[in-house]
């Protein structure tokens, strides 16, 4: 088994292939943490725990007159609250007698073959060929009977952790949870990084790297989505950890809504990081009985550098994150109307844009916003999902049957968690958005947001939209959410459970993506807000692809592309070629330039088929089947960041690697030019030193050796913005 206890130490052994988790329950109760990082085999780690007496850190009562011994400095598995730990908390709670405590001590565990499961949440889940155990210990309060269950799943060959949280209020009395970390892990030093991914709409997921200075870092999102501004993942790596090298710990949030995650360097040189539900507005009433489960925090330590963390996660997400079949089957290359016609279409021109794009070699139509109720803009209809019949006479179904007959699939845009204020439904049930007494709602895009909390809401979403889907032929449905959440308030709850409704929103759109996305397997669902506004696991549970960014602008895409890559695969990331000049920057960059980007992910088009040039159309049909010729590489391969596009200016490089190391593609897009400018050579990885490749359009053959350190040379001709692919091959 991958989970032990060994009763003598008291210690608990997780196991993965390459790394070793190991805890230990201390003289008074207490779950301390051992460590975290490269596998050892069967040591004991309790020499780690050196007790010293520190001047204003408080013992616990039950130690006496050992003033050795505070929760002040010991590492912990799950922090304690009001008591005598003073650093970042795992849980606080309001009990039932007004006192703000928590201490818990551990009073049981249990081991047992397979995974956890998380009542409403997506997590992980194990495939047939996994091997997955799981720890589960009960820490629980004597004074208060509250229970923090902390669960630890072990994916034992793919090098991953995972943890969540389950709170049981054991009591005879009401206690309100006002924070939960789903995660909490304590480092014995604090030499490290803390790389988060920042941002904001059309520019997500910036790369941003800081050493810990004393005190806390923060990140994190209360927008009531992931956000555009925060990733749910961090790293906390070596000082010097590279691509290549260092010790590097990756905390990825499996979660949609609001999310904190902070790292506290403490006084003594220690390092503590917790990730779980943001807590500002958060208060969760739990009765006698009662539980709450907090998400899933995926967790993998690489001692190789950040490229074996980014290939650990890609595997876990690429084999045992996604529900939809989709995940296995090579995704279709679409055109989407949106930068195409925006809300300015009617059928002929749907149809026609479609016809065009046949030639160019895509598969599939897809039909964005402005095709339900009178929404000719976006100040109207979101919540009448009934079709435009001034612009489409024969209804969805006519379109797709014209579609279908073309040789392409359709599919099409919907946002179903909000509603215009000028909408039939709005007029109907002005009490079914997000809105406080008193007070009148802000608006976001003209738009409100329905309470997700209340059930009639989400049964109207359900039924709606799902007779949208059985209305017509649809292969792909788009799943938009253009606003954040401001007035967090229910209007059929009670006021002492308004705290829950941040995170209710989210569990009721997880009931309601299981109840359409779950039922509809025939269909590929690509999530969207915003672009990139809730690019998280939680949402790749559903589906298995969500639009990059509003941002198609292929110089942008780079960054926002490389920030991405850290923890999510390349089939998550869904990438058009749009025209140009841009319609977000105004630049121009060759078309050429546009497809190797886009190809960095699941390739698309978006853009008016109807103007392009014959010249462009071919182009664009090479794209496609240089595309299609290399999926697997691209999709299924590993994937290696050559450069840092935020560190290093005059080239931007990334390759994928077949699993067998036979073949690679590398792409490489020229940043920055100046005239007469020196010669650059583009460094391989992850090749066989030893085997002999062919690199397309060279004589002879080179080994991996030489590929990988001395390189290839980046051509001399390329100006500005222009790309280039090395296709390399085994012979
Ligand atoms: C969002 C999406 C776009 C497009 C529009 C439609 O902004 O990110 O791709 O679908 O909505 O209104």
Redesign the pocket.
């Known amino acids: 088994m991958s989970v032990r206890y060994i009763e003598s130490k008291k210690t608990f052994l997780l196991q993965t292939k390459n790394s070793t988790y190991q805890m230990k329950v201390s003289d008074y109760g207490y779950l301390l943490h051992l460590y975290y990082g490269e596998r050892l085999e069967d040591e004991d780690l309790s020499y780690l725990i050196q007790l010293q007496d520190r001047g204003f850190s408080p013992n616990p009562n039950e130690a006496g007159n050992d003033r050795t011994f505070s929760l002040d400095f010991l590492p912990q598995e799950f922090s304690s609250d009001g008591s005598c730990d003073y650093r970042l908390s795992s849980i606080e709670v309001k009990n039932g007698d007004g006192s703000y405590a928590f201490v818990g001590k551990a009073a049981k565990h249990e081991i047992y073959a397979g995974k956890y499961s998380l009542e409403g949440l997506p997590s992980l889940w194990a495939a047939d060929q996994d091997r997955v155990d799981t720890l589960e210990i009960w820490l629980t309060d004597p004074a208060t009977q509250l229970t923090a269950v902390l669960c630890y799943s072990v994916f034992e060959e793919k090098d991953i952790i995972t943890r969540a949280v389950k709170v049981i209020n054991e009591s005879e009395e009401t206690i309100y949870l006002n924070r939960i970390m789903s995660m909490t892990m304590d480092f014995m030093d604090s030499d490290y990084d803390f790389i988060h991914f920042d941002g904001r709409h059309t520019m997500e997921r910036e790369w941003s790297r800081n050493p810990l200075a004393y005190g806390i870092q923060n990140v994190g999102s209360f927008r009531g989505a992931s956000s555009h501004q925060h990733n749910p993942f961090a790293i906390l790596c070596e000082r010097g950890a590279s691509e290549d090298d260092g010790r590097c710990y990756g905390f990825s949030f499996v979660y949609s809504g609001n999310f904190m995650c902070k790292v506290e360097k403490d006084q003594y040189d220690q390092t503590r990081i917790v990730m779980g539900i943001h807590p500002k507005h958060f208060s969760y009433q739990l009765k006698p009985g009662e539980r709450f489960t907090a998400p899933e925090v995926v967790l993998a330590y690489s001692g190789k550098g950040l490229t074996h963390l980014t290939h650990l996660y890609h595997r876990v997400y690429r084999e045992n994150l996604c529900k939809s079949p989709y995940v296995r089957k090579e995704r279709p290359i679409l055109i989407?109307s949106?930068e195409a016609a925006y809300f300015d279409f009617d059928e002929a021109k749907l149809l026609e844009i479609a016809k065009e794009a046949v030639d160019m070699g895509v598969e599939l139509f897809v039909l964005?916003?402005g095709w339900f109720g009178n929404r000719n803009d976006?100040n109207a209809a979101l919540g009448d999902w009934d079709v435009n019949t001034a612009k489409l006479p024969r209804g969805l179904g006519g379109l797709s049957e014209d579609i279908h007959e073309m040789g392409l699939n359709f599919g099409l845009?919907i946002?179903p968690e909000m509603v215009s204020e000028n909408s039939e439904l709005y007029r109907k049930h002005p009490d079914w958005c997000l809105q406080m007494p008193r007070r009148q709602p802000s608006r976001g895009r003209y738009q409100l947001v329905l309470d997700l909390s209340r059930e009639d809401v989400r049964d109207y979403i359900v039924t709606s939209i799902n007779s949208v889907l059985d209305s017509a032929r649809i292969e792909y449905v788009?799943w938009?959410m253009?606003r954040f959440i401001t007035d967090a308030w229910s209007a059929i709850v009670e006021k002492e459970k308004q705290g829950e409704i941040y995170h209710r929103y989210i569990l009721g759109l997880y009931d309601i993506m299981n109840r359409i996305i779950l039922t509809h397997p025939e269909i590929l669902f690509c999530g969207?807000?915003?672009?990139g506004g809730r690019f998280d696991p939680g949402m790749l549970y559903y589906q298995p692809q969500i639009?990059c960014s509003?941002n198609t602008d292929a110089v942008c895409r780079l960054k926002i592309q490389y920030g991405t890559t850290f923890v999510y695969p390349v089939s998550a990331m869904e990438s058009h070629v749009s025209v140009c000049p841009n319609h977000q920057t105004g630049r121009t960059v060759p078309l050429e330039t546009r497809g190797i980007t886009a190809m960095d992910g699941i390739l698309g088009y978006e853009l008016d088929s109807t103007k392009l040039t014959e010249e462009e159309k071919r182009i664009c049909r090479q794209q496609v089947e240089a595309y299609k010729r290399n999926y697997p590489l691209i999709v299924y391969g590993d994937y290696y960041r050559l450069t840092n596009p935020y560190t290093f200016s005059e080239y931007v490089a990334w390759e994928h690697v077949s699993r067998n190391r036979d073949e690679a593609l590398i792409s490489l897009v020229l940043t920055e030019k100046e005239a007469n400018d020196a010669q650059r050579y583009v460094k391989a990885k992850g090749l066989n030193p030893q085997m002999q490749y062919q690199v397309d359009g060279m004589e002879g053959s080179l080994s991996g050796q030489a590929l990988m350190s001395a390189g290839l040379p980046v051509p001399g001709k390329l100006m500005q913005y222009e790309a280039v692919q090395y296709h390399i091959k085994a012979l």
């Open positions: 989407n949106w964005d916003d976006d845009w946002e788009k938009d253009n969207c807000s915003g672009g639009w509003d």
